[in-house]
């Protein structure tokens, strides 16, 4: 079975821009969570969506925002990118809620000229 | 405010040891806890996973407890090996529906 998939795997923006991350969960798996990794340090959580509905939030601005579709994948949109969003984006799916175990995708490399 | 800690940042130990890797966190109101290993640019990797209602799991080599009104859980790693190099990170979902992730162990071992 394949597992969570992510998509660009790099990604190379100017300020200001916008960009979309997608990621696709290991089939039968219907919870995403979004995370920012900046270098040397542990994941931040952003969202979790479950069954299409969000379900938890982290402290982000406004300018980050995510949708989960009916196929249970999901995309995550940065508007108005600062230099500080350059980091590692991971997506992970589990079964249901946040009781479940998390299965993290390789992640998706934005750099912020 | 869910804080998690984890000590030490670094470690190095030769090949064989059996080893001990530390999670601390502020908020006892969990649903559950779970290690993960990060190899170098790339995604996380589930080790254990303990629920709240439990104090430990093990999976060959590791074993991971919690202890709940401490705020605190243990990763052990036995006979290490090469291969075990990689940066371990514990994370605890809390029960407003958020997930902190301490800033990890950089574990090398020794050949």
């Known amino acids: 079975d394949a597992g969570v998939t992510q998509s660009p795997t790099h990604l190379i923006k100017t300020r200001g821009q916008h960009v979309t991350l997608r990621c696709s969960p290991i089939s039968g798996h219907k919870s995403v969570s979004w995370y920012q990794q900046v270098l040397g340090q542990g994941p931040q959580f952003i969202f979790q969506y479950y069954e299409k509905e969000e379900r938890g939030r982290g402290n982000f601005p406004d300018r980050f925002s995510a949708r989960q579709f009916p196929n249970y994948s999901s995309e995550l949109n940065v508007n108005a990118l600062l230099l500080g969003d350059s980091a590692l984006y991971l997506c992970?799916?589990?079964?249901?809620?946040?009781?479940?175990?998390?299965?993290f995708g390789d992640g998706t490399r934005l750099s912020i000229l | 405010k869910q804080e998690v800690t984890q000590i030490p940042a670094a470690l190095s130990v030769p090949e064989g040891e059996n080893l001990v890797l530390n999670c601390s966190f502020t908020d006892s109101a969990i649903y559950n806890l779970q290690w993960f290993r990060q190899d170098p640019g790339k995604g996380l990797t589930s080790l254990l996973l303990?629920?709240?209602?439990?104090r430990e799991q093990t999976s060959g080599r590791l074993n991971a407890s919690l202890d709940k009104s401490s705020g605190r859980s243990t990763l052990y790693i036995a006979a290490s090996q090469p291969g075990d190099s990689a940066t371990y990170l514990c994370a605890v979902w809390s029960r407003d529906d958020k997930i902190i992730f301490g800033k990890g162990t950089r574990l090398h071992i020794l050949p």
């Open positions: 303990i629920q709240s209602s439990q």
């Open positions: 992970a799916s589990s079964l249901s809620g946040p009781w479940q175990p998390q299965h």
